[in-house]
Each structure stands twice: as structure tokens, then as C-alpha cells.
């Protein structure tokens, strides 16, 4: 989730944490972007020594998240605080609170991820899952500089392309649960910033259950062709500049 609206109860909860540490990669066989992911990463002392490191490193194997991961390594200022603490932390969304599990500030690049279910085997994966989302909203803030959308603010032609997903996507939202949240959470100005990170999401949150994947990347085979054919293939040229 990224919003424009300041959530109060995350900037205490920053705050508020003052037992943060560093952790320091000695090993050379570990990836550099991993390694400087690591190093920007902050948790509370409640937190297991290696656990940060595994979580890069698990995404790390899926291809899309990998180019995410080595995308968001880049920026400078990048923060990225692990929450043992908490399982979720409430925002107002809309004049309504409402729980999450993962926030992204824009500006100035800081990802906050509610991690208390990553102790437990059973709900790893929906943990992982919100941080490949909200590293890739901000992937895409850097990209295309268009508070996040998939697409450049002048290219109309892809803005015109998505929106014909979206619409799909509308008449398909009771097939996968998190696609229809996408409609039934988010105001209209954030639908497009909020599908295409479904991807990278439903990548994580499916991975140990092909059956299950290969029916979302069928109905929703759309979505995940514009991820590969326009997402993919522009940060490969960001990085490459």
C-alpha cells in the first residue's frame, strides 16, 4: 500500500522503536544487491539475527523480484524497517481506519513492514509477499516518476493500455481475493499503482502452490504480460543507464 496521507500511527511506531541495528554481510557468497539490501534494512532487537538476510534471498529466486530487488538496492536513501513487533498497525484510509501489514513513503524512499508473522512458518509468505509489493511501488516511483503508476505521466498510449487491464480485471476481481481488495480498499486515483503490484505479490504468496498460481496467471495472464513486457523490460533500461 502507498499513499499520499501521512500515517501517524507508522511515524510513531518509527519513532518509537530506538533498539535498531545494522546488520554487517561478511559473506562473499552472498549476491551485493542482497548484501546492500541488508544493510539498509533496520529491525527491532526482537528480531532473529539471519531473518532479514533470508527474506531477500528467498525473493531473490524469483526472477521479476530479483530485477525489483537489484532496482530498489540502488537508491541512496533507502530504508527498510522490520517490525517484530507488530502483525499489522492501523491507517486512516479515507476519513476510515484500517489495518495493514506494509506501507512505502515515497519520498524519502522508507518501506515499513509489519513482521511479526515472519517467525511463523505458516504466514511467512504473506509477509514476503507485502514486501515484494511495496518495493515495487517504490521501483516504480523512481521508473516512471508518476506517483507510482505503471506508466510515464506524458505516455498515454500505456496509460490507455492499463486501463483496458483494469477493466478486465474489474469483471475477474471475484477470482482472486486480492485483486478484488484492489477495488473494494483504494480510492480511484490509486487502482492502477495498486493492480500492477499484484504481481510481484501473487508471485510471493503462491509460490509453494503451483496449481493455485498457474489459475491466477491464466485468468489474469493480462496483468502479468504487461508486468514482463513493459515493467520488466524498463527497469532493465533504467538500470542499464
Not at 43 to 63: A, D, K, M, T
Not at 70 to 83: C, G, S
Not at 162 to 167: P, Q
Request: a positive charge; glycine letters at 2%; proline letters at 2%.
Amino acid at each position: 500500500m502507498q499513499r499520499n496521507c501521512s500515517c501517524e500511527n507508522i511515524s510513531k511506531i518509527l519513532k518509537f522503536i530506538n533498539k535498531w541495528y545494522k546488520r554487517n554481510i561478511d559473506n562473499q557468497e552472498t549476491e551485493q544487491h542482497i548484501k546492500k539490501l541488508v544493510g539498509k534494512s533496520l529491525s527491532s532487537h526482537y528480531g532473529p539475527l539471519n531473518i532479514i538476510q533470508n527474506c531477500f534471498e528467498f525473493l531473490n529466486e524469483i526472477p521479476q523480484i530479483k530485477l525489483i530487488l537489484k532496482f530498489v538496492a540502488k537508491n541512496e536513501n533507502l530504508q527498510i524497517y522490520f517490525d517484530f513487533q507488530r502483525e499489522s498497525v492501523k491507517v486512516l484510509n479515507n476519513q476510515q481506519e484500517r489495518l495493514i501489514k506494509g506501507h512505502v513513503f515515497l519520498e524519502p524512499s522508507v518501506i515499513y513492514i509489519a513482521a511479526k508473522n515472519l517467525l511463523k512458518k505458516t504466514s511467512r509468505l504473506k509477509v514476503l509477499s507485502i514486501l515484494a509489493h511495496e518495493m515495487c511501488h517504490l521501483a516504480l516511483f523512481i521508473v516512471y516518476q508518476n506517483s507510482a503508476n505503471p506508466y510515464e505521466i506524458n505516455n498515454e498510449f500505456d496509460k490507455r493500455k492499463f486501463e483496458k487491464i483494469f477493466e478486465k480485471c474489474d469483471k475477474l476481481k471475484e477470482e482472486e481475493r486480492s485483486i478484488k481488495n484492489v477495488f473494494k480498499l483504494y480510492n480511484e486515483e490509486n487502482y492502477h499503482k495498486e493492480l500492477i503490484v499484484k504481481v510481484p505479490e501473487l508471485l510471493v504468496y503462491y509460490f509453494n502452490d503451483d496449481v493455485k498460481f498457474f489459475e491466477i496467471f491464466v485468468t489474469f495472464k493480462f496483468l502479468f504480460d504487461y508486468f514482463d513486457e513493459n515493467i520488466v523490460k524498463d527497469m532493465k533500461l533504467f538500470l542499464k543507464e
